[in-house]
């Protein structure tokens, strides 16, 4: 059973850094696109970044190129998403996600089979 559980959402003020974790567990040796997505009130789920297991290409949502960046460790245990240049639009729920993929990067399209129970990130003016 994969699990994901996301940390290290909170409030910042406008300009500011935050770096969100996502503890991953029970991943086989296979391919998997893990990434981010959020949602605040009202609004449609957004996607964020998104990470090749054991690769480095990553996609990212057009409303963050620039000021955040995926990564994930070598063991595949933990997703990071650091955010530089926060503003007050980025304010949301923030969702871990991953999905077993052949595509030698990681689509933000289609269907994510598992999802975190999310973090929430707070961006004052």
């Known amino acids: 059973q994969v699990t994901l559980v996301e940390s290290g959402g909170g409030s910042v003020q406008a300009g500011g850094s935050l770096t969100l974790s996502c503890a991953i567990s029970?991943?086989?040796?296979?391919?998997?696109?893990m990434a981010w997505f959020r949602q605040a009130p009202g609004k449609e789920r957004e996607e964020v970044a998104g990470?090749?297991?054991?690769?480095?290409?990553?996609s990212y949502g057009d409303s963050v190129k620039g000021r955040f960046t995926i990564s994930h460790d070598s063991a595949k245990t933990t997703l990071f998403l650091q955010m530089n240049s926060l503003k007050p639009e980025d304010s949301a729920m923030y969702y871990c996600?991953?999905?077993?993929?052949?595509?030698?990067?990681?689509?933000?399209?289609?269907?994510?089979?598992?999802w975190g129970q999310g973090t929430q990130v707070t961006v004052s003016p």
């Open positions: 029970g991943v086989d040796d296979g391919r998997y696109c």
């Open positions: 996600a991953a999905k077993k993929t052949l595509l030698t990067y990681c689509s933000l399209k289609g269907t994510f089979t598992y």
């Open positions: 990470i090749l297991s054991g690769g480095r290409i990553t």
